[in-house]
């Protein structure tokens, strides 16, 4: 038997949204993405071998993680235009698995923005408080910023309060501004295969683009809905 499309769990006239695993669901989309942006997972807590006190273990545990990634970004190189940019949320721990992945996907990475959250978080007697997070930039060989007098810090503040209530969601402003940063044309299509509370595909509606979510967890797919339900605001 064939296997049947997957069905969208909401859809408007810009966007649509996909309840379920992203490497179930990247398969069966199409070529033809202008940007992928999304923050997934992080390799905190997957400890099985080395340190284990260290929350991302240690380097076994992490090419373990990276296998993973490199299943994901293999299908974003797959539809990502050639013209296109991939855009991931990561940090100081998860850096070594994104480059790894991004290595064996063939998809590089071609920058790494430091998000400067204007936010001190909380850390551990052994290290410094946390006050950045890293947005890494993998590039399509076609792909070209215009605009060379972009740096590759971002300075948009952050606390601990969520809005939406999903724990580990970034500030609207945040994925507005490196949809901003990477130039699309309107109506250019945006995907995040991790979509969380919708924030990105947010973002892309409020540009004037085209969103694509996955989402594995139900309530976050009906919590992204209901957010893009809601009319854009005229300013």
């Not at 069905?7 to 006239?13: I, L, Q, V």
């Not at 992945?101 to 959250?117: F, G, I, N």
């Amino acid at each position: 038997m064939e296997n049947q499309p997957v069905k969208p769990y909401y859809e408007d006239a810009n966007t649509t949204i996909y309840h379920g695993d992203a490497l179930e669901v990247l398969p069966e989309l199409d070529y033809g993405y202008d940007a992928v942006l999304t923050d997934p997972p992080y390799v905190i807590g997957a400890v099985s071998a080395g340190n284990m006190e260290s929350k991302s273990g240690g380097w076994a545990d992490m090419m373990n993680s990276a296998t993973w990634f490199v299943a994901w970004y293999s299908q974003v190189n797959r539809i990502l235009k050639r013209s296109g940019v991939f855009w991931t949320c990561c940090n100081w721990r998860s850096l070594p698995v994104v480059m790894r992945a991004a290595s064996d996907a063939r998809l590089p990475v071609t920058s790494l923005a430091v998000w400067d959250k204007q936010w001190i978080g909380p850390g551990g007697t052994q290290g410094l408080r946390p006050s950045y997070e890293l947005v890494a930039m993998l590039a399509g060989p076609e792909y070209a910023i215009k605009n060379r007098g972009i740096p590759d810090i971002i300075r948009v503040p952050t606390s601990a309060h969520k809005p939406t209530g999903h724990p580990d969601e970034k500030p609207l402003p945040l994925m507005e501004r490196i949809l901003t940063i990477s130039e699309l044309e309107p109506g250019a299509a945006v995907l995040d295969p991790f979509l969380g509370s919708g924030t990105t595909l947010r973002a892309a509606k409020n540009l004037g683009l085209r969103g694509v979510g996955i989402e594995a967890e139900e309530r976050y797919c009906e919590l992204a809905a209901q957010r893009m339900a809601q009319e854009v605001l005229p300013f």
